[in-house]
């Protein structure tokens, strides 16, 4: 066996031996993280904007610049006790922005549930289906929000929509979120949404909904990202990354 054959062979060797580790610690890796993945794209569609709703923390703008963007990020987040760690967060960035509100289909107030494990809180009730899978993300209180729009956001901070990735992760409300950016649909470079194969707030828009919007508005999905499944396997959610069809 060749030089060449032995080290092929100890690297495979190696890396069944990690995937087993992390098989037994319900971990897996891939070729490639979804942040990397992600900031191709950005850079293959010339995007320098990223508006994040529902920022939370501010783990997915942390995880876009770890993986190398270094555009501008915007990122709105309704609860207070989420929102003060995400502006310790972006008070280190200069081109990052973080801002105390919702986003729905028209400026106000809004009652939002708000979940024990934070990320889960939603303007929406909550199903069984949800709850049964993930019990840690029980609402156990609520607060009063202000709530803006894509279409607000887009003018009072000069964003170009050509130039921008609209990131959309609001338990259940994208549907409202879509609705508030109106014709800015169809004008934005990419937009990310949470996707659910079944309810897991109520009245929320489904898997096949969302699909057949994003392509009426003239966007092809790029890529997804597995989210959670059930006790049984069924994967019930996953993050979809939609780009413009003529980019």
């Not at 999905?221 to 006790?231: A, M, N, T, V, Y």
């Amino acid at each position: 066996m060749s030089d060449q054959s032995l080290t092929n062979r100890a690297r495979e060797t190696g890396k069944l031996w990690l995937r087993r580790a992390l098989q037994h610690a319900d971990l897996e890796i891939g070729r490639g993280s979804y942040a990397s993945r992600l900031n191709q794209t950005l850079q293959s569609c010339g995007l320098d904007t990223v508006l994040d709703i529902g920022a939370n923390v501010g783990q997915y703008a942390v995880l876009t610049r770890s993986a190398g963007f270094a555009g501008r990020i915007i990122s709105c987040e309704p609860l207070s006790g989420a929102f003060a760690e995400l502006d310790r967060r972006a008070a280190g960035d200069a081109r990052w922005t973080a801002l105390n509100s919702a986003v729905g289909a028209e400026i106000g107030t809004a009652t939002i549930n708000v979940s024990e494990n934070s990320f889960s809180s939603s303007i929406r009730d909550m199903t069984a289906a949800h709850l049964d899978t993930a019990p840690q993300s029980r609402f156990i209180s609520t607060e009063e929000v202000p709530v803006t729009t894509v279409r607000e956001l887009v003018t009072g901070y000069g964003i170009a929509p050509e130039r921008t990735l609209l990131k959309i992760d609001t338990q259940g409300f994208e549907g409202e979120v879509l609705q508030g950016a109106g014709d800015l649909i169809g004008q934005m470079g990419a937009i990310q949404l949470e996707l659910s194969f079944v309810e897991l707030y109520d009245g929320q828009l489904l898997f096949d909904d969302l699909i057949a919007r994003m392509s009426a508005d003239g966007y092809r999905l790029q890529q997804l990202e597995p989210g959670i499944s059930d006790k049984n396997g069924r994967m019930l959610q996953v993050d979809g990354l939609f780009v413009r069809s003529d980019s």
